[in-house]
């Protein structure tokens, strides 16, 4: 009998031991805390003065920022009265409710049919060094009256049209005297890109990132510095930079081959070239900002790659030359969640003013 026991003993502890093969143990908090100052050490004064922390309202010598403008430039970014048919506003495509875009590869006009380039976030935006992939636009003022008038996009043949349509609207003859008191006839189409514009220079999205930019490094969990490190590691950082972390150069997409290789592309883009017709732009696209890129795939110019995963792992092989480990494009996938913000509920509602305007517009 005592045999029996001992075998069963036995049994029992080998199993115990085989079962803990391999399983790691869970780290002290004594340990935690040592790893992330030793990696805050590493890391921290170099990604404060790579990244630097994002400040708003995006202030602009040619058009101040007033409450009467950002008010005014609310109501128009999401009135449907701005496209042809009625059936578009700004917000269709850059949707304030899904940080500022719709999550499709390219956005339906307002007779349904598709552009040929994704819609970027409209978050931040005033920030950037230009508007839109090629950078044909230099701010978001010149930038919010071009869809406007694109026939793909909201197709309003021309200024005078939308002018006249809402220059009949009592609504509008009030908000554009109070955005611009000097001017003797406000509703102009010069003064709806200026409120648009205003609007839209406020939308700026700081995240915890931003905290520990400004030295707080307890805003930042250990899981998050080590993405940091692997994404300045990688080399991202000769890209994604700045407040922004992109959004201030040009760049080829695909210096270490063809980016359709990878994307999968139906079409194959040729960037700015189509702009300015230099074979050097040809295939060469803004670089993105980071901010928010977890909630606004799918990504690139022409929205062909859904996952962020892939993403990362696309841009280590075309612009890094590298293939990068499955644990490191995770490490850079964690650290890129850091950069999604809080979106105020006041900014992702539509006015109050619109709910209330049942004007009957002519065709």
Same mark, same amino acid.
Request: charged fraction near 25%.
């Given at each position: /009998?005592?045999?029996?026991?001992?075998?069963?003993?036995?049994?029992?502890?080998?199993?115990?031991?085989?079962?803990?093969?391999?399983?790691?143990?869970?780290?002290?908090?004594?340990?935690?805390?040592?790893?992330?100052?030793?990696?805050? %050490?590493? $890391?921290?004064?170099? %990604?404060?003065?790579?990244?630097?922390?994002?400040?708003?309202?995006?202030?602009?010598?040619?058009?101040? $920022?007033?409450?009467?403008?950002?008010?005014?430039?609310?109501?128009? &970014?999401?009135?449907?009265?701005?496209?042809?048919?009625?059936?578009?506003?700004?917000?269709?495509?850059?949707?304030?409710?899904?940080?500022?875009?719709?999550?499709?590869?390219?956005?339906?006009?307002?007779?349904?049919?598709?552009?040929?380039?994704?819609?970027?976030?409209?978050?931040?935006?005033?920030?950037?060094?230009?508007?839109? =992939?090629?950078?044909?636009?230099?701010?978001? !003022?010149?930038?919010?009256?071009?869809?406007?008038?694109?026939?793909? !996009? /909201?197709?309003?043949?021309?200024?005078?049209?939308?002018?006249?349509?809402?220059?009949?609207?009592?609504?509008?003859?009030?908000?554009?005297?109070?955005?611009?008191?000097?001017?003797?006839?406000?509703?102009?189409?010069?003064?709806?890109?200026?409120?648009?514009?205003?609007?839209?220079?406020?939308?700026?999205?700081?995240?915890?990132?931003?905290?520990?930019?400004?030295?707080?490094?307890?805003?930042?969990?250990?899981?998050?510095?080590?993405?940091?490190?692997?994404?300045?590691?990688?080399?991202?950082?000769?890209?994604?930079?700045?407040?922004?972390?992109?959004?201030?150069? @040009?760049?080829?997409?695909?210096?270490?081959?063809?980016? =359709?290789?990878?994307?999968?592309?139906?079409?194959?883009?040729?960037?700015?070239?189509?702009?300015?017709?230099?074979?050097?732009?040809?295939?060469?696209?803004?670089?993105?900002?980071?901010?928010?890129?977890?909630?606004?795939?799918? &990504?690139?110019?022409?929205?062909?790659?859904?996952?962020?995963?892939?993403?990362?792992?696309?841009?280590?092989?075309?612009?890094?030359?590298?293939?990068?480990?499955?644990?490191? $494009?995770?490490? $850079?996938?964690?650290?890129?969640?850091?950069?999604?913000?809080?979106?105020?509920?006041?900014?992702?509602?539509?006015?109050?003013?619109?709910?209330?305007? @049942?004007?009957?517009?002519?065709?």
């Amino acid at each position: /009998m005592k045999s029996y026991f001992l075998i069963i003993a036995t049994c029992l502890v080998l199993c115990t031991c085989n079962s803990s093969e391999g399983v790691e143990e869970p780290k002290s908090q004594a340990a935690i805390f040592r790893e992330n100052q030793e990696l805050e %050490a590493l $890391i921290g004064e170099k %990604a404060r003065a790579v990244f630097k922390p994002i400040v708003g309202p995006a202030e602009s010598p040619d058009n101040p $920022i007033t409450k009467e403008k950002v008010d005014l430039g609310k109501v128009l &970014y999401f009135d449907n009265r701005l496209s042809k048919d009625q059936k578009n506003s700004c917000n269709s495509c850059h949707n304030l409710s899904s940080f500022g875009v719709d999550n499709l590869p390219t956005s339906p006009g307002d007779a349904g049919k598709s552009g040929s380039r994704n819609s970027p976030s409209v978050f931040n935006a005033a920030l950037h060094a230009s508007q839109f =992939w090629d950078g044909r636009a230099k701010d978001v !003022e010149e930038q919010a009256g071009l869809p406007i008038l694109n026939p793909v !996009e /909201m197709a309003i043949p021309h200024e005078e049209f939308l002018i006249e349509r809402i220059s009949e609207i009592k609504m509008y003859q009030t908000l554009f005297r109070a955005a611009f008191p000097e001017d003797k006839n406000p509703v102009n189409y010069t003064n709806l890109k200026k409120a648009i514009g205003a609007f839209e220079r406020i939308l700026i999205t700081p995240s915890h990132f931003d905290d520990y930019l400004a030295g707080n490094s307890s805003a930042f969990s250990l899981e998050e510095k080590k993405g940091l490190k692997s994404f300045m590691d990688a080399g991202c950082i000769t890209c994604h930079a700045g407040p922004l972390l992109g959004a201030n150069l @040009f760049q080829k997409f695909g210096l270490y081959g063809d980016y =359709w290789q990878h994307t999968k592309s139906k079409v194959i883009d040729e960037g700015r070239f189509t702009l300015t017709a230099l074979e050097s732009d040809k295939y060469v696209f803004k670089v993105p900002s980071l901010r928010n890129v977890a909630k606004t795939a799918p &990504y690139f110019h022409d929205g062909s790659v859904t996952s962020l995963d892939e993403s990362v792992r696309i841009m280590g092989v075309m612009n890094l030359g590298k293939e990068l480990a499955e644990e490191e $494009i995770k490490s $850079i996938v964690t650290f890129l969640n850091s950069l999604t913000a809080d979106i105020p509920d006041d900014v992702k509602t539509p006015p109050t003013l619109l709910e209330k305007e @049942f004007v009957v517009i002519r065709p």
